[in-house]
């Protein structure tokens, strides 16, 4: 079983940046998929961006050229780095975990099976 524990959230102004950490324990396999993902209040889970163990990944349309997904292998971290931050970037941001392959990046909450409790992200105007 994997646990996923998140950190680096916090409140920002418009335009500032933010780093978000996600340490993986529990299991000695590596993800094969991990990925961000946001849920602000009365608003479904929403996708950020993905990345798998080869360093190919995506984003959704309103944080690219903002936000940058990464991962340390070393280090069992994943992280997000998130830049020109928007008060509609609002949201607690989960992590997630796929440890099977799937087939293209995995884009939706159900396709992944391991969660992180979530880490808070308020950016004021």
């Known amino acids: 079983q994997v646990q996923l524990m998140e950190s680096g959230g916090g409140s920002v102004q418009a335009g500032g940046s933010l780093k978000l950490s996600c340490v993986v324990s529990?299991?000695?396999?590596?993800?094969?998929?991990m990925a961000w993902f946001r849920q602000a209040p009365g608003k479904e889970r929403e996708w950020v961006a993905v990345?798998?163990?080869?360093?190919?990944?995506a984003y959704t349309d309103s944080v690219k050229g903002r936000f940058t997904i990464s991962q340390d292998n070393a280090k069992n971290t994943l992280y997000l780095l998130m830049s020109m931050l928007k008060p509609e970037d609002t949201a607690m941001y989960y992590c997630?975990?796929?440890?099977?392959?799937?087939?293209?990046?995995?884009?939706?909450?159900?396709?992944?099976?391991?969660w992180g409790q979530g880490t808070q992200v308020t950016v004021s105007s």
């Open positions: 997630a975990a796929r440890n099977s392959r799937a087939i293209g990046l995995p884009l939706a909450a159900r396709q992944y099976n391991n």
């Open positions: 529990g299991n000695t396999v590596r993800p094969y998929y």
């Open positions: 990345i798998d163990t080869t360093g190919k990944s």
